[in-house]
């Protein structure tokens, strides 16, 4: 079964830039679609970009422009390079399978201060 393993968050002041990395375990993680998602304290857990096995993307209203998702199928990682961040995009961010979820593990902070 495939495992995904969330890392590169940080502590970052508005404006600055994040990337984070995806890494999977697992033989078919080339042929799944994966999105990053992201939880904010006492909020609902929300997609925020999502890429194609093919690597075509999409993103939420709310980071377009701003994210661009991508991935390496050789390393087995999807990546979300995260610029001109704000305040309201402080998170923990997930990875996971698009279409068919897999548990979701521990995520990683994205803290963006002012």
């Known amino acids: 079964q495939v495992q995904l393993v969330e890392s590169g968050g940080g502590l970052v002041q508005a404006g600055g830039s994040l990337r984070l990395s995806c890494a999977a375990s697992g033989s078919t993680f080339g042929i799944n679609a994966i999105g990053w998602y992201r939880q904010a304290p006492g909020k609902q857990r929300e997609l925020v970009a999502s890429i194609s096995s093919a690597g075509r993307p999409n993103y939420a209203d709310s980071v377009k422009g701003r994210f661009t998702i991508s991935r390496d199928n050789a390393k087995n990682t999807v990546y979300l390079q995260m610029n001109s961040l704000k305040p309201e995009d402080t998170a923990i961010y997930y990875c996971?399978?698009?279409?068919?979820?897999?548990?979701w593990g521990q995520g990683t902070q994205v803290t963006v201060f002012s």
């Open positions: 996971n399978n698009y279409y068919i979820k897999l548990s």
